[in-house]
């Protein structure tokens, strides 16, 4: 299983920034997806989360600004990043929850895709 995330680049202060991260590979489903970021010197967090019934699960510091969305039939998650701030700065990382046909069953692993760095200039 591979995610391979894109969309990241320079965004200005109150601008937009689109992330999408599409999972290849045997997959049989995907349970949650999220999008975790990391800035310099800072831990790994959570941005936003969602389910495969699109449930979602969003930071204090991106609630409202932010909107995780996903297309099952793609295996894609996107994060729309609207009312950009300087500390939104960071490497953000996909994640996702991923069953996958072994050579005796079924697994259910987390993966990550090679992180995206956004980069917002004031």
């Known amino acids: 299983v591979q995610l391979q995330a894109s969309g990241g680049g320079l965004g200005q202060a109150g601008g937009s920034v689109r992330l999408s991260c599409a999972a290849s590979?045997?997959?049989?489903?995907?349970?949650?997806m999220a999008w975790y970021r990391q800035a310099p010197g800072k831990q790994r967090e959570l941005v936003a989360e969602?389910?495969?019934?699109?449930?979602?699960k969003y930071a204090d510091s991106v609630r409202g600004r932010f909107t995780i969305s996903r297309d099952n039939a793609k295996n894609t998650v996107y994060l729309q990043m609207n009312s950009l701030r300087p500390e939104d700065t960071a490497v953000y990382y996909c994640?996702?929850?991923?069953?996958?046909?072994?050579?005796?069953?079924?697994?259910?692993?987390?993966?990550w895709g090679k992180g995206t760095q956004v980069t917002v200039s004031s």
């Open positions: 969602i389910t495969s019934g699109h449930s979602t």
């Open positions: 590979g045997t997959i049989i489903n995907i349970n949650e």
């Open positions: 994640n996702a929850e991923v069953k996958t046909l072994t050579g005796w069953g079924t697994s259910v692993n987390p993966y």
